[in-house]
C-alpha cells in the first residue's frame, strides 16, 4: 500500500516581506489580512481548497517562481484582467485562448488566473 496520500496540503510562495505579501494577497484576492505571522515568516492565506503559505525564510532570487505552479480560479477572465489591471499589477501575458493570463507578485513570483 502506497503510504503518500493522493493531496496537495499547501502550496508554499517565497516572498521577501512576509507583512507586505501578506498585505498585497489578501488585498488581490479580497481577504483580511488581520491573520498572524507564524515564526516570523510564514503567514497561511486561507483558500476554498488548498492553502497558500507565503514564506520569506525560503526567498531568494533564485527561488522566484518563473512560471506558475498554479493559477486562480475566476468565472470571468475579463473582469479579472481589468481588476489586476486596475490595480497596477504588473501582467505578463494577455488574456490568452479566451481563458487565462500570467502576472507577477512583488517579488516576481509568477501567478495566473485561469477560467474555470
Known amino acids: 500500500m502506497n503510504p503518500i496520500l493522493n ?4 502550496i508554499f510562495i517565497p516572498v521577501s516581506n512576509i507583512e ?10 479580497g ?4 491573520g498572524d505571522i507564524l515564526f ?15 514564506d520569506s ?4 532570487s533564485d527561488n522566484i517562481l ?3 505552479l498554479f ?5 470571468n477572465i475579463e473582469q479579472s484582467y481589468t481588476y489586476v489591471k486596475n490595480k497596477g499589477i504588473e501582467i ?13 507578485d512583488p517579488d516576481g513570483n509568477h501567478l495566473m488566473i485561469c477560467i474555470c
Open 92 to 104: 505578463i501575458t494577455e488574456i490568452e485562448h479566451g481563458h487565462w493570463f500570467n502576472f507577477k
Open 71 to 75: 493559477h486562480f480560479n475566476t468565472n
Open 40 to 54: 516570523d515568516h510564514l503567514y497561511v492565506i486561507p483558500m476554498n481548497g488548498v492553502d497558500i503559505v507565503l
Open 66 to 68: 518563473n512560471t506558475p
Open 20 to 29: 507586505q505579501s501578506r498585505d498585497w494577497y489578501c488585498d488581490l484576492l
Open 31 to 34: 481577504l483580511p489580512s488581520d
Open 7 to 10: 493531496q496537495v496540503g499547501t
Open 57 to 60: 525564510k525560503i526567498f531568494s
